[in-house]
């Protein structure tokens, strides 16, 4: 793995030995970094250490195991009622380091340091040759420098989140975003996912109907040769099931930071409390942009409906698509087109991956037309889509920094942090 890895430092090493199980039972959320103060109450402690910024290997080694591709997916091999044909749910054709439900992969990743705020786009990222060597291998240098390839800066600067009660919650105000850091910000494309279940129902031969005002959607009687128009399923409980399944993806990928926090030996944490309106850039205040998201405010709606980063991350859904038909079909190409999941030209992992690609399950024209029908209805009648979940969707952080072991000596009793905090400078210097 290390091969090729020049000037190892001690910590590298130390982290591809470290026990799952030690990771699993010594995670803590420890929140006292360097330069960190807590002004008064039983813990009260000022840090005697200035913040200190992650290494460029740590962050990347850090970045990859919440948001890396760590090779081709395994597609859904097998459902009886798609035969002769192979189920076609997945999105993407590359496997991440956490897991997408039926490998929709509509979460990609932001983060922001000392230096800047970045966008690290891995969602569709197709598995590298190069990460790989002969025998099957990971090369851990390739690996990380392609990633680091796919960084693209945003801003200058720390993003701003200030330490105020509209922005964060008040027991995050001393330890949250703090410098030093690297504050870490998986997104879900919430709308794509919603589009992405719907065509897994008409393929499955259902379709929704509008629970809220209790009625059918006009337009699905042309379509009752392929979907049960008796017994549709209700809309909202279909998108509190996406916003159930992204939201499992963003908080397993910060997971898988918060263990490789301790085989790092940073300190650091997952977690929610801040505001996520003022952290895509929705809260209303002018001096606090966020990363930048457009957002609506929709009638009679008390709150922010934000649809994405222009040029970035742009929702699956108006106004970054002209119509919902349109963003279907993106989908669909998404799924079907060049380095898509069953594009028989991509490459995998299977022995005849152009054979397996090519048998999945095809999406003609009806079928779009079917989506879109719901799709649209939804539009229209609510002003937004989906209907009752946010169209882009973030509720999980992951934040590492250099702890100070120094407060943990001062309060807490032996085994407050694992041997890698203890060695962290000695390793990583």
């Not at 044909?85 to 929709?104: D, I, L």
């Not at 790989?132 to 200058?156: F, P, Q």
């Not at 995998?348 to 999406?363: D, F, L, N, V």
Request: hydrophobic fraction near 40%; charged fraction near 20%.
């Amino acid at each position: 793995m290390m091969d090729r890895m020049p000037d190892i430092p001690r910590g590298l090493i130390e982290a591809t030995r470290f026990p799952l199980i030690e990771a699993i039972h010594g995670r803590r959320s420890r929140r006292f970094a360097r330069g960190a103060s807590i002004p008064d109450g039983p813990l009260a402690y000022t840090s005697k250490h200035e913040p200190k910024p992650l290494s460029e290997m740590e962050q990347m080694l850090l970045l990859t195991t919440v948001a890396g591709n760590t090779g081709w997916s395994n597609l859904i091999p097998h459902n009886r009622f798609y035969l002769p044909k192979m189920p076609n749910y997945a999105g993407a054709a590359g496997g991440r380091s956490f897991p997408s439900a039926a490998g929709f992969h509509t979460v990609d990743f932001f983060y922001t340091d000392d230096d800047g705020v970045y966008h690290l786009p891995t969602r569709d990222m197709p598995a590298s040759s190069a990460a790989r060597d002969v025998d099957g291998a990971t090369d851990l240098k390739a690996y990380l420098d392609e990633h680091k390839s796919r960084i693209v800066k945003l801003a200058d600067g720390r993003l701003k989140i200030p330490a105020q009660p509209q922005h964060m919650e008040m027991h995050n105000e001393w330890c949250a975003n703090v410098p030093g850091s690297t504050f870490i910000i998986p997104v879900a494309d919430l709308a794509q996912h919603f589009i992405l279940a719907l065509c897994y129902l008409v393929q499955n031969g259902a379709c929704i109907y509008d629970d809220v005002n209790n009625r059918s959607i006009p337009g699905l009687d042309r379509f009752k040769a392929a979907i049960d128009i008796e017994n549709p399923y209700p809309m909202s409980f279909l998108e509190q099931v996406c916003l159930t399944e992204v939201t499992v993806e963003l908080s397993t990928a910060c997971y898988a930071g918060a263990l490789m926090l301790q085989a790092m030996g940073l300190g650091g944490w997952m977690y929610d409390g801040i505001n996520p309106f003022s952290v895509l850039g929705a809260s209303g205040d002018p001096d606090v942009p966020g990363l930048g998201f457009r957002f609506d405010m929709v009638k009679d709606q008390p709150l922010p409906f934000i649809t994405g980063l222009d040029g970035v991350f742009e929702g699956h859904c108006p106004p970054h698509f002209k119509d919902m038909r349109a963003a279907v079909q993106s989908v669909v190409d998404r799924k079907f087109g060049a380095n898509g999941p069953f594009n028989t030209k991509t490459e995998g992992p299977y022995k005849e991956t152009a054979a397996i690609r090519g048998s999945a399950a095809p999406i003609g024209d009806d079928f779009i037309e079917c989506v879109a029908v719901m799709a649209q209805y939804v539009f229209n009648t609510f002003g937004r889509f989906p209907a009752t979940v946010p169209a882009i969707h973030s509720l999980m952080y992951l934040q590492a920094h250099k702890l100070d072991t120094e407060f943990y000596d001062t309060y807490f009793s032996d085994g407050a942090y694992l041997r890698t905090h203890a060695e962290h400078d000695r390793n990583w210097g």
